[in-house]
Protein backbone atom coordinates (compact mmCIF):
# COMPACT_ATOMS: atom_id res chain seq x y z
CA UNK A 1 0.00 0.00 0.00
CA UNK A 2 1.50 3.32 -0.86
CA UNK A 3 1.74 6.13 1.56
CA UNK A 4 -0.94 8.60 1.23
CA UNK A 5 0.49 11.02 4.13
CA UNK A 6 0.00 15.02 4.76
CA UNK A 7 3.89 16.51 3.65
CA UNK A 8 3.69 18.76 6.86
CA UNK A 9 3.16 15.16 8.91
CA UNK A 10 6.36 14.32 11.55
CA UNK A 11 5.49 10.86 12.41
CA UNK A 12 6.83 10.15 16.42
CA UNK A 13 8.54 6.88 15.18
CA UNK A 14 9.62 5.83 11.82
CA UNK A 15 10.88 1.59 11.92
CA UNK A 16 12.38 0.79 9.00
CA UNK A 17 11.95 -3.21 8.45
CA UNK A 18 9.08 -5.29 9.34
CA UNK A 19 10.94 -8.63 10.67
CA UNK A 20 10.35 -9.64 14.03
CA UNK A 21 12.43 -6.87 15.47
CA UNK A 22 10.71 -3.82 13.90
CA UNK A 23 7.23 -5.60 14.41
CA UNK A 24 8.44 -5.75 18.04
CA UNK A 25 9.52 -2.21 18.11
CA UNK A 26 6.29 -0.94 16.71
CA UNK A 27 4.18 -2.67 18.82
CA UNK A 28 5.58 -1.67 21.92
CA UNK A 29 5.85 1.43 21.04
CA UNK A 30 2.07 2.11 20.42
CA UNK A 31 1.21 0.09 23.32
CA UNK A 32 3.25 2.42 25.47
CA UNK A 33 2.01 5.86 24.14
CA UNK A 34 3.26 7.02 21.19
CA UNK A 35 0.32 7.85 18.87
CA UNK A 36 2.08 7.73 15.27
CA UNK A 37 4.50 5.45 14.61
CA UNK A 38 4.96 3.82 11.02
CA UNK A 39 6.72 1.07 9.60
CA UNK A 40 8.22 0.65 6.14
CA UNK A 41 8.90 -2.48 4.63
CA UNK A 42 10.87 -3.02 1.39
CA UNK A 43 9.00 -6.50 0.39
CA UNK A 44 5.38 -7.62 -0.24
CA UNK A 45 5.18 -9.20 2.81
CA UNK A 46 6.20 -8.63 6.45
CA UNK A 47 8.24 -10.75 8.56
CA UNK A 48 11.40 -10.50 7.14
CA UNK A 49 13.37 -13.81 7.54
CA UNK A 50 10.72 -15.35 9.71
CA UNK A 51 8.76 -16.69 6.41
CA UNK A 52 6.06 -19.16 6.91
CA UNK A 53 4.32 -20.80 3.91
CA UNK A 54 1.79 -23.32 2.96
CA UNK A 55 2.00 -26.86 2.11
CA UNK A 56 0.04 -27.76 -1.18
CA UNK A 57 -0.99 -31.12 0.85
CA UNK A 58 -3.93 -32.14 3.20
CA UNK A 59 -3.56 -33.57 6.70
CA UNK A 60 -6.31 -35.17 8.98
CA UNK A 61 -8.64 -33.08 10.82
CA UNK A 62 -6.73 -34.23 14.26
CA UNK A 63 -3.06 -33.46 12.77
CA UNK A 64 -1.09 -31.24 15.65
CA UNK A 65 -0.06 -28.40 13.22
CA UNK A 66 -1.55 -27.13 10.01
CA UNK A 67 0.42 -28.06 6.99
CA UNK A 68 3.09 -25.04 6.73
CA UNK A 69 6.05 -24.75 6.43
CA UNK A 70 8.95 -22.03 7.79
CA UNK A 71 11.65 -21.07 4.75
CA UNK A 72 13.52 -19.33 7.45
CA UNK A 73 13.90 -18.86 10.93
CA UNK A 74 12.01 -21.68 12.63
CA UNK A 75 12.66 -23.17 15.83
CA UNK A 76 12.42 -21.44 19.08
CA UNK A 77 16.19 -21.67 20.55
CA UNK A 78 15.65 -23.08 24.36
CA UNK A 79 12.15 -22.35 25.44
CA UNK A 80 13.39 -21.36 29.14
CA UNK A 81 14.12 -22.31 32.40
CA UNK A 82 13.78 -21.30 36.35
CA UNK A 83 16.79 -19.22 35.98
CA UNK A 84 15.99 -17.14 33.08
CA UNK A 85 12.39 -17.47 32.60
CA UNK A 86 10.30 -18.73 29.62
CA UNK A 87 11.51 -17.34 26.30
CA UNK A 88 9.79 -14.41 24.80
CA UNK A 89 8.71 -16.21 21.61
CA UNK A 90 7.21 -18.73 23.77
CA UNK A 91 5.72 -15.53 25.83
CA UNK A 92 3.99 -14.33 22.36
CA UNK A 93 2.84 -17.52 21.74
CA UNK A 94 0.54 -17.59 24.82
CA UNK A 95 -0.61 -14.26 24.34
CA UNK A 96 -1.73 -15.01 20.99
CA UNK A 97 -3.17 -17.87 21.96
CA UNK A 98 -1.10 -20.34 19.47
CA UNK A 99 0.24 -23.43 20.36
CA UNK A 100 3.77 -24.32 20.47
CA UNK A 101 5.33 -27.43 19.68
CA UNK A 102 8.33 -29.24 21.94
CA UNK A 103 10.63 -31.30 20.09
CA UNK A 104 13.76 -33.57 21.19
CA UNK A 105 17.46 -33.23 19.59
CA UNK A 106 17.50 -37.20 18.69
CA UNK A 107 19.72 -38.13 16.13
CA UNK A 108 21.05 -40.66 14.24
CA UNK A 109 23.66 -41.11 11.47
CA UNK A 110 24.51 -43.15 8.11
CA UNK A 111 27.50 -43.87 6.31
CA UNK A 112 27.36 -42.79 2.56
CA UNK A 113 25.97 -46.00 1.27
CA UNK A 114 22.80 -45.69 3.65
CA UNK A 115 23.84 -48.31 6.49
CA UNK A 116 23.87 -46.65 10.13
CA UNK A 117 26.62 -46.02 12.07
CA UNK A 118 28.16 -48.30 14.62
CA UNK A 119 28.09 -47.52 18.32
CA UNK A 120 31.55 -46.76 17.78
CA UNK A 121 31.44 -43.99 14.90
CA UNK A 122 28.65 -42.66 17.68
CA UNK A 123 31.21 -42.76 20.30
CA UNK A 124 34.02 -41.77 18.28
CA UNK A 125 32.15 -38.17 17.11
CA UNK A 126 30.33 -37.08 20.80
CA UNK A 127 33.97 -37.92 22.45
CA UNK A 128 35.70 -35.99 19.75
CA UNK A 129 33.38 -33.15 19.85
CA UNK A 130 33.61 -32.71 23.32
CA UNK A 131 37.05 -32.90 23.96
CA UNK A 132 38.03 -30.49 21.25
CA UNK A 133 35.32 -27.82 22.55
CA UNK A 134 37.00 -28.14 25.90
CA UNK A 135 40.46 -27.32 24.04
CA UNK A 136 38.93 -24.34 22.67
CA UNK A 137 37.45 -23.37 25.90
CA UNK A 138 40.91 -23.51 27.34
CA UNK A 139 42.76 -21.70 24.44
CA UNK A 140 40.48 -19.14 25.44
CA UNK A 141 41.19 -18.42 28.66
CA UNK A 142 45.17 -18.05 27.65
CA UNK A 143 47.50 -15.14 27.07
CA UNK A 144 47.87 -16.35 23.10
CA UNK A 145 44.40 -16.25 22.69
CA UNK A 146 43.79 -13.82 19.65
CA UNK A 147 41.48 -11.97 17.45
CA UNK A 148 42.81 -13.03 13.62
CA UNK A 149 42.25 -16.84 15.22
CA UNK A 150 39.52 -18.87 13.38
CA UNK A 151 38.00 -22.20 15.20
CA UNK A 152 39.36 -24.24 12.04
CA UNK A 153 43.31 -22.34 13.01
CA UNK A 154 42.42 -24.12 16.50
CA UNK A 155 41.29 -27.35 15.31
CA UNK A 156 44.44 -27.91 13.78
CA UNK A 157 45.82 -27.39 16.71
CA UNK A 158 44.06 -29.44 18.39
CA UNK A 159 44.69 -32.63 15.81
CA UNK A 160 48.34 -31.75 15.77
CA UNK A 161 47.98 -32.26 20.16
CA UNK A 162 46.36 -34.71 20.63
CA UNK A 163 47.89 -36.75 17.42
CA UNK A 164 44.61 -38.21 16.29
CA UNK A 165 44.57 -40.76 13.33
CA UNK A 166 42.04 -40.40 10.44
CA UNK A 167 39.35 -41.98 11.56
CA UNK A 168 39.27 -39.75 14.86
CA UNK A 169 39.71 -36.63 12.45
CA UNK A 170 36.87 -38.09 10.07
CA UNK A 171 34.70 -38.20 13.27
CA UNK A 172 35.60 -34.54 14.40
CA UNK A 173 34.80 -33.10 11.11
CA UNK A 174 31.56 -34.74 10.98
CA UNK A 175 30.63 -33.32 14.56
CA UNK A 176 31.99 -30.06 13.28
CA UNK A 177 29.64 -29.89 10.43
CA UNK A 178 27.01 -31.03 11.97
CA UNK A 179 27.44 -28.90 15.36
CA UNK A 180 28.90 -25.99 14.53
CA UNK A 181 28.83 -25.31 11.20
CA UNK A 182 25.07 -26.07 10.51
CA UNK A 183 24.61 -24.06 13.99
CA UNK A 184 26.48 -20.56 12.77
CA UNK A 185 25.74 -20.68 9.09
CA UNK A 186 29.34 -20.54 8.10
CA UNK A 187 32.67 -22.64 8.20
CA UNK A 188 35.11 -23.06 10.91
CA UNK A 189 37.84 -20.99 8.64
CA UNK A 190 35.67 -18.02 8.96
CA UNK A 191 34.67 -18.42 12.61
CA UNK A 192 35.94 -16.94 15.53
CA UNK A 193 37.87 -18.87 17.83
CA UNK A 194 38.79 -16.30 20.32
CA UNK A 195 34.64 -15.03 20.65
CA UNK A 196 33.02 -18.61 19.98
CA UNK A 197 30.40 -19.64 21.91
CA UNK A 198 30.27 -16.52 24.32
CA UNK A 199 26.41 -16.03 23.54
CA UNK A 200 23.80 -16.49 26.47
CA UNK A 201 20.88 -18.74 26.06
CA UNK A 202 17.53 -19.19 27.43
CA UNK A 203 18.15 -22.90 28.58
CA UNK A 204 15.78 -25.73 27.98
CA UNK A 205 15.06 -27.66 24.75
CA UNK A 206 14.14 -25.88 21.76
CA UNK A 207 10.77 -25.78 20.31
CA UNK A 208 8.58 -24.76 17.05
CA UNK A 209 5.76 -22.43 16.57
CA UNK A 210 2.39 -24.28 15.90
CA UNK A 211 1.63 -22.16 13.06
CA UNK A 212 5.05 -21.54 12.07
CA UNK A 213 6.75 -18.20 12.75
CA UNK A 214 4.45 -16.44 10.41
CA UNK A 215 1.75 -16.25 12.89
CA UNK A 216 3.69 -14.74 15.45
CA UNK A 217 4.48 -11.75 13.07
CA UNK A 218 1.19 -11.50 12.03
CA UNK A 219 -0.15 -11.30 15.58
CA UNK A 220 2.57 -8.76 15.94
CA UNK A 221 1.40 -6.68 13.41
CA UNK A 222 -2.19 -6.29 14.01
CA UNK A 223 -3.34 -2.57 14.85
CA UNK A 224 0.09 -1.91 13.27
CA UNK A 225 0.34 1.07 10.67
CA UNK A 226 2.90 -1.19 7.96
CA UNK A 227 3.85 -0.08 4.49
CA UNK A 228 5.09 -2.77 1.91
CA UNK A 229 6.73 -2.18 -0.84
CA UNK A 230 8.51 0.88 0.55
CA UNK A 231 12.00 0.78 0.01
CA UNK A 232 14.06 3.06 2.25
CA UNK A 233 16.80 4.81 0.40
CA UNK A 234 17.78 7.60 2.17
CA UNK A 235 17.94 8.68 6.10
CA UNK A 236 19.54 12.23 6.75
CA UNK A 237 19.60 12.65 10.36
CA UNK A 238 21.89 15.46 11.09
CA UNK A 239 18.76 17.46 12.45
CA UNK A 240 15.84 17.31 13.93
CA UNK A 241 13.51 15.76 12.58
CA UNK A 242 14.83 13.43 10.60
CA UNK A 243 13.91 12.77 7.00
CA UNK A 244 13.74 9.05 5.97
CA UNK A 245 13.37 9.09 1.89
CA UNK A 246 12.68 5.98 -0.51
CA UNK A 247 10.42 4.65 -3.24
CA UNK A 248 7.30 2.81 -3.87
CA UNK A 249 6.85 1.54 -7.29
CA UNK A 250 7.92 4.28 -9.39
CA UNK A 251 6.84 7.00 -6.45
CA UNK A 252 9.26 8.51 -4.20
CA UNK A 253 8.61 9.37 -0.91
CA UNK A 254 9.95 11.41 1.81
CA UNK A 255 8.75 11.86 5.13
CA UNK A 256 9.51 13.16 8.49
CA UNK A 257 10.42 11.27 11.78
CA UNK A 258 11.43 12.57 15.30
CA UNK A 259 12.93 9.13 16.21
CA UNK A 260 14.10 6.16 13.47
CA UNK A 261 14.93 2.41 14.38
CA UNK A 262 16.80 0.88 11.55
CA UNK A 263 15.93 -2.84 11.60
CA UNK A 264 18.28 -3.78 8.11
CA UNK A 265 19.24 -7.20 8.13
CA UNK A 266 22.97 -6.82 8.74
CA UNK A 267 23.70 -8.69 5.52
CA UNK A 268 21.89 -5.72 3.59
CA UNK A 269 23.55 -3.01 6.37
CA UNK A 270 26.99 -4.00 5.15
CA UNK A 271 26.21 -4.25 1.56
CA UNK A 272 24.91 -0.57 1.89
CA UNK A 273 27.91 0.72 3.69
CA UNK A 274 30.40 -1.19 1.31
CA UNK A 275 29.11 0.94 -1.85
CA UNK A 276 31.64 3.26 -3.69
CA UNK A 277 29.58 5.75 -2.56
CA UNK A 278 27.42 4.93 0.58
CA UNK A 279 24.03 7.11 0.44
CA UNK A 280 21.56 5.42 2.83
CA UNK A 281 22.93 7.75 6.08
CA UNK A 282 23.29 11.17 5.85
CA UNK A 283 25.81 11.99 7.44
CA UNK A 284 27.72 9.10 6.64
CA UNK A 285 28.07 6.35 9.50
CA UNK A 286 32.05 7.04 11.00
CA UNK A 287 34.73 4.94 10.00
CA UNK A 288 34.76 2.88 13.52
CA UNK A 289 31.07 2.14 13.26
CA UNK A 290 30.90 1.74 9.70
CA UNK A 291 34.36 -1.24 10.14
CA UNK A 292 32.38 -2.50 12.65
CA UNK A 293 29.33 -3.30 11.25
CA UNK A 294 30.92 -5.08 8.07
CA UNK A 295 33.62 -6.77 10.35
CA UNK A 296 30.73 -8.97 11.88
CA UNK A 297 30.19 -12.18 10.00
CA UNK A 298 26.60 -13.01 7.79
CA UNK A 299 26.29 -16.43 7.82
CA UNK A 300 24.06 -18.68 5.45
CA UNK A 301 21.69 -21.75 6.24
CA UNK A 302 19.67 -22.98 3.18
CA UNK A 303 17.31 -25.40 3.13
CA UNK A 304 15.91 -28.02 0.67
CA UNK A 305 12.14 -28.60 1.72
CA UNK A 306 10.99 -32.02 0.48
CA UNK A 307 6.94 -32.95 1.43
CA UNK A 308 5.04 -36.11 0.88
CA UNK A 309 1.17 -36.81 1.31
CA UNK A 310 2.32 -38.81 4.00
CA UNK A 311 5.04 -40.31 6.04
CA UNK A 312 3.87 -43.88 5.64
CA UNK A 313 7.66 -44.81 3.78
CA UNK A 314 9.37 -43.38 6.85
CA UNK A 315 8.08 -45.88 9.27
CA UNK A 316 11.00 -48.00 10.18
CA UNK A 317 13.57 -46.36 7.95
CA UNK A 318 14.02 -42.85 10.15
CA UNK A 319 13.15 -42.52 13.84
CA UNK A 320 14.98 -39.71 14.69
CA UNK A 321 14.31 -36.08 14.42
CA UNK A 322 17.74 -35.34 13.24
CA UNK A 323 19.16 -37.57 10.57
CA UNK A 324 23.36 -37.23 9.00
CA UNK A 325 24.10 -39.12 6.18
CA UNK A 326 27.77 -38.93 5.79
CA UNK A 327 29.15 -37.20 2.45
CA UNK A 328 32.75 -38.95 2.12
CA UNK A 329 33.87 -35.98 -0.29
CA UNK A 330 32.30 -32.85 1.32
CA UNK A 331 31.39 -33.52 5.16
CA UNK A 332 27.99 -31.44 5.54
CA UNK A 333 27.00 -31.16 1.75
CA UNK A 334 23.75 -32.55 1.43
CA UNK A 335 24.10 -34.56 4.12
CA UNK A 336 21.92 -32.76 7.09
CA UNK A 337 18.36 -33.32 7.52
CA UNK A 338 15.58 -32.73 9.86
CA UNK A 339 12.56 -35.03 9.63
CA UNK A 340 9.45 -33.25 10.75
CA UNK A 341 7.76 -36.22 10.75
CA UNK A 342 9.60 -37.75 13.71
CA UNK A 343 8.63 -34.48 16.06
CA UNK A 344 5.80 -34.28 17.86
CA UNK A 345 4.59 -31.86 14.51
CA UNK A 346 4.20 -34.98 12.53
CA UNK A 347 4.17 -33.35 9.41
CA UNK A 348 5.65 -35.46 6.21
CA UNK A 349 8.21 -33.56 5.60
CA UNK A 350 11.96 -33.54 5.60
CA UNK A 351 14.40 -30.76 5.40
CA UNK A 352 17.79 -30.90 4.12
CA UNK A 353 20.02 -28.04 5.46
CA UNK A 354 23.38 -26.45 3.43
CA UNK A 355 25.54 -24.15 5.63
CA UNK A 356 28.30 -22.09 4.95
CA UNK A 357 30.30 -22.02 1.39
CA UNK A 358 28.12 -25.04 0.48
CA UNK A 359 25.29 -23.33 0.66
CA UNK A 360 26.84 -20.08 -0.91
CA UNK A 361 27.72 -22.63 -3.98
CA UNK A 362 24.93 -24.42 -3.98
CA UNK A 363 22.62 -21.18 -4.72
CA UNK A 364 23.97 -21.76 -7.96
CA UNK A 365 22.64 -24.84 -9.30
CA UNK A 366 18.68 -25.42 -10.15
CA UNK A 367 16.40 -26.29 -8.18
CA UNK A 368 15.96 -29.59 -9.56
CA UNK A 369 19.57 -30.63 -9.30
CA UNK A 370 19.26 -29.48 -5.24
CA UNK A 371 16.35 -31.65 -4.91
CA UNK A 372 18.25 -34.90 -6.53
CA UNK A 373 21.33 -34.03 -4.70
CA UNK A 374 18.92 -33.59 -1.38
CA UNK A 375 16.97 -36.60 -2.25
CA UNK A 376 20.36 -38.67 -3.00
CA UNK A 377 21.23 -39.70 0.45
CA UNK A 378 17.61 -40.22 1.73
CA UNK A 379 17.40 -42.84 -1.18
CA UNK A 380 20.55 -44.83 -0.11
CA UNK A 381 19.31 -45.07 3.22
CA UNK A 382 15.58 -46.23 2.34
CA UNK A 383 17.89 -48.80 -0.16
CA UNK A 384 19.78 -50.49 2.63
CA UNK A 385 16.32 -50.91 4.29
CA UNK A 386 14.79 -52.87 0.80
CA UNK A 387 12.80 -49.91 0.32
CA UNK A 388 12.20 -47.58 -2.19
CA UNK A 389 11.60 -43.73 -1.56
CA UNK A 390 8.57 -42.19 -3.37
CA UNK A 391 9.09 -38.77 -4.93
CA UNK A 392 8.01 -35.67 -3.22
CA UNK A 393 5.07 -34.05 -4.13
CA UNK A 394 6.20 -30.33 -3.39
CA UNK A 395 9.71 -29.05 -3.19
CA UNK A 396 11.01 -25.75 -1.93
CA UNK A 397 14.52 -24.66 -2.43
CA UNK A 398 15.64 -21.26 -0.30
CA UNK A 399 18.89 -19.17 -1.59
CA UNK A 400 18.93 -16.45 1.34
CA UNK A 401 21.78 -15.39 -0.06
CA UNK A 402 20.80 -14.41 -3.15
CA UNK A 403 17.87 -12.49 -1.46
CA UNK A 404 18.75 -8.85 -2.48
CA UNK A 405 16.65 -7.89 1.20
CA UNK A 406 18.75 -10.11 3.19
CA UNK A 407 22.01 -11.28 1.38
CA UNK A 408 22.68 -14.07 3.89
CA UNK A 409 21.11 -15.72 7.02
CA UNK A 410 22.00 -14.22 10.47
CA UNK A 411 24.69 -12.95 11.91
CA UNK A 412 27.85 -14.66 13.87
CA UNK A 413 31.06 -13.66 14.82
CA UNK A 414 33.79 -13.55 12.21
CA UNK A 415 37.60 -14.29 12.63
CA UNK A 416 39.01 -10.82 13.80
CA UNK A 417 36.49 -9.52 15.45
CA UNK A 418 36.86 -7.85 19.26
CA UNK A 419 35.15 -8.02 22.43
CA UNK A 420 33.13 -5.01 21.73
CA UNK A 421 32.83 -5.29 18.01
CA UNK A 422 28.77 -5.97 18.25
CA UNK A 423 28.62 -2.83 20.39
CA UNK A 424 30.33 -0.57 18.75
CA UNK A 425 28.42 -1.66 15.06
CA UNK A 426 25.32 -0.62 16.46
CA UNK A 427 25.68 2.83 18.52
CA UNK A 428 22.87 5.10 17.88
CA UNK A 429 23.56 8.13 15.41
CA UNK A 430 22.14 11.94 15.39
CA UNK A 431 22.28 12.25 19.54
CA UNK A 432 19.75 9.46 19.36
CA UNK A 433 17.57 10.14 16.43
CA UNK A 434 18.33 7.08 14.55
CA UNK A 435 19.24 3.46 16.47
CA UNK A 436 19.71 0.25 15.40
CA UNK A 437 17.80 -3.03 16.28
CA UNK A 438 17.65 -6.71 15.25
CA UNK A 439 19.18 -10.18 15.99
CA UNK A 440 22.74 -9.00 14.94
CA UNK A 441 22.33 -5.73 17.47
CA UNK A 442 21.57 -8.05 20.34
CA UNK A 443 24.86 -8.88 22.10
CA UNK A 444 23.85 -11.66 24.43
CA UNK A 445 21.44 -13.43 21.79
CA UNK A 446 22.55 -12.60 18.38
CA UNK A 447 21.12 -15.12 15.29
CA UNK A 448 17.95 -15.93 17.73
CA UNK A 449 14.30 -14.82 17.20
CA UNK A 450 13.96 -13.96 20.50
CA UNK A 451 16.99 -11.84 20.13
CA UNK A 452 15.91 -9.80 17.52
CA UNK A 453 12.50 -9.27 19.25
CA UNK A 454 14.07 -8.01 22.31
CA UNK A 455 16.65 -5.12 20.66
CA UNK A 456 13.38 -4.48 19.01
CA UNK A 457 11.46 -3.89 22.63
CA UNK A 458 14.83 -2.79 23.56
CA UNK A 459 15.10 -0.08 21.58
CA UNK A 460 11.41 1.11 21.75
CA UNK A 461 12.17 1.69 25.60
CA UNK A 462 15.02 4.06 25.06
CA UNK A 463 12.23 5.54 22.23
CA UNK A 464 10.33 5.79 24.60
CA UNK A 465 12.11 7.25 27.72
CA UNK A 466 13.21 10.14 25.35
CA UNK A 467 10.22 11.15 23.93
CA UNK A 468 7.80 10.44 26.91
CA UNK A 469 10.11 10.70 29.77
CA UNK A 470 8.72 7.76 31.13
CA UNK A 471 10.96 4.93 33.60
CA UNK A 472 12.46 2.00 31.82
CA UNK A 473 10.41 -1.26 32.31
CA UNK A 474 12.01 -3.89 34.26
CA UNK A 475 14.37 -6.31 32.81
CA UNK A 476 13.08 -9.30 32.22
Not at 237 to 252: E, K, L, N, Q, W
Request: glycine letters at 8%.
Amino acid sequence: MALSLAAAQTWDLVIVGAGVAGLAAARHATQNGLKNVLVLEARDRIGGRTYTVPLNISLPSNAPVPPVVDLGAAWVQGVGNKARGLNPMLKLSNQAKIPYVNVSSGASSYTPEGVEDSDAWYSATETQLEKFLDYLAAYQETSGASNSDSVAKVVDAYVAARKLNANQRAALNQSLETEVVLEYADDTQKLSARWFDQDLDFGGGDALPGRGYGALAAYLATGLTVRTGHVVTGISYGSSPVTVSGRAGSSAFSIKAKRVIVTMPLGYLQAQLSAPSPTLFTPAIGKTQSDAIKALGMGLLNKVILVWRNADWMKGILTTPWLTVRNPTSPGEFSEFYVLANTPAKLPVIVCFNAGDAARAAEALTDAESVRRALAPLRHVAQAEERKLPDPVQTIVTRWHSDPWTLGSYSYGKVGIAANTRTRAFVTLGSGRVRFAGEAAHADFPATVHGAYLSGVDAADEVLDELLRRRRRAKF
